[in-house]
């Protein structure tokens, strides 16, 4: 039967988490918020409206998250063509294609910003499909966006494994009924990983590589 090993990209594959605490403080900081950066941490993995609401408050005014969506996105893009792959993470997915399993990116990312973090992994023959924010309603922590990429691989939840950085992906996959497994690369401590649903929690893309064999992805 066939295997789904499905990914989140930033801070999981590519190594994106504090440009993107770094560029949203900034956009806060434009609009006249001061919030501190390790909120910001807290915060990155959940979509560009649920990380501002997470970090703003419901009581908000909400027609300025356009703004403050878009001043991110452009503060960002200063940085879309360096981005850089965490150590072996196309490796691991050309290794996990090659061992038969379908490769799919579940990411917040979607256009550009998508187009960078998969030319970074450099790894697109090994990739079957990626669910982007354009293709779901609602981000992590729901598990919309792993469903689908389930549903692009055509496996059920049984026979797939999650793989991600973030407290949101761990509550995203424990949702959607598989397995999870976190790496510490993003900056978020393991305790708060496997609270959330990991089942195993590895340094990095080359850490779960080298130690593929004895994993959930075995």
Not at 62 to 79: C, I, P, W
Not at 155 to 176: K, L
Not at 186 to 204: C, F, H, K, M, N
Request: glycine residues 10%; contains cysteine.
């Amino acid at each position: 039967m066939e295997r789904a090993a499905v990914f989140d990209v930033d801070g999981t594959l590519v190594d994106t988490n504090h440009l993107h605490v770094v560029t949203w403080w900034e956009a806060f900081r434009q609009a006249g918020h001061r919030v501190p950066m390790h909120a910001l941490h807290r915060a990155i993995g959940l979509g560009s409206t649920d990380l501002i609401a997470h970090v703003l408050g419901e009581d908000r005014d909400e027609d300025r998250d356009a703004g403050l969506s878009a001043a991110h996105t452009a503060l960002y893009g200063q940085y879309v063509d360096r981005l850089p792959a965490l150590r072996d993470a196309g490796a691991l997915l050309r290794r996990l294609h090659g061992d038969g399993w379908k490769v799919v990116l579940a990411t917040s990312a979607s256009g550009t910003e998508l187009a960078a973090l998969r030319r970074a992994l450099d790894a697109d023959e090994a990739i079957t499909a990626t669910a982007s924010a354009d293709d779901v309603e609602e981000g992590k922590p729901a598990p919309e966006p792993v469903e689908h990429a389930l549903e692009l691989a055509g496996v059920p939840a049984e026979r797939a494994v999650f793989v991600g950085d973030t407290v949101w992906d761990m509550r995203a996959g424990r949702r959607a009924g598989v397995r999870c497994v976190g790496v510490l690369c993003g900056g978020i401590p393991r305790s708060d990983l496997e609270e959330a649903g990991a089942q195993a929690v590895y340094d990095g893309p080359a850490h779960l590589l080298a130690a593929l064999e004895d994993s959930p992805l075995a």
